[in-house]
């Protein structure tokens, strides 16, 4: 219960942000400055949907959770890149899976926390690939950047979305952790599957 009306707080918060700048568009004289809040307006509505695919839409069971998350991701390039960008997000999955609500949950926050500090901090493209097993699903997440720093400790060194996300994988029986083997920016979670 507390979990939903967190969620409803975060939906109306981003509905009220949406509306004040939809506000100050329509009493601006300035073009360039109505064209930019109208992109900002844009984006949040983007959030708002990306918001309630992520943690309003539960069903009991997704029968192809591989497009949830592709939806997902479809979702976070609206919201989240600049529309000017040439920027993308590519989603590839190994397979149909089905996956609980609670899971689907789950699994659809440590993509967006992923995604969101690639765009955040990355350069160029950002690539996210599903490796479904019959105990565990892999994410990889993968930008175009240097990478972490060396030395860089997740539970040392990270802010608190990474250290969340950590916890979430740690719970489930997962690991979060930084490839170095590549010469780019990739970041693995392994999230158990719970029986």
Known sequence: MRLRELHHSVHNG???????L????????????RRELGIAVSRIE???RLHEHAYQHEPAR???ASEHF?????????????P????????????????????????????IELVTNAIKYGKGDVRISLHPGPASITMAIEDDGDGFPVPFDIPRDAGFGLRLVSR?????????????????????AVIGLRA
């Open 14 to 20: 981003l509905n009220l942000i949406s509306s004040a």
């Open 22 to 33: 939809q506000v100050q568009a329509r009493r601006s004289g300035n073009a360039e400055v």
């Open 46 to 48: 983007s959030l708002v």
């Open 62 to 64: 997704a029968p192809n």
């Open 70 to 82: 592709e939806k997902l991701a479809r979702q976070l390039q609206a919201a989240l890149v600049d």
């Open 84 to 111: 000017r960008s040439a920027r993308l997000l590519a989603f590839t999955c190994d397979a149909e899976f089905q996956l609980e609500a609670g899971m689907l949950v789950s699994l659809g926050s440590v993509l």
């Open 168 to 188: 979430v994988c740690a719970n489930s029986g997962g690991t979060l952790s930084i490839d170095r083997t590549v010469p780019f920016t990739r970041v693995v």
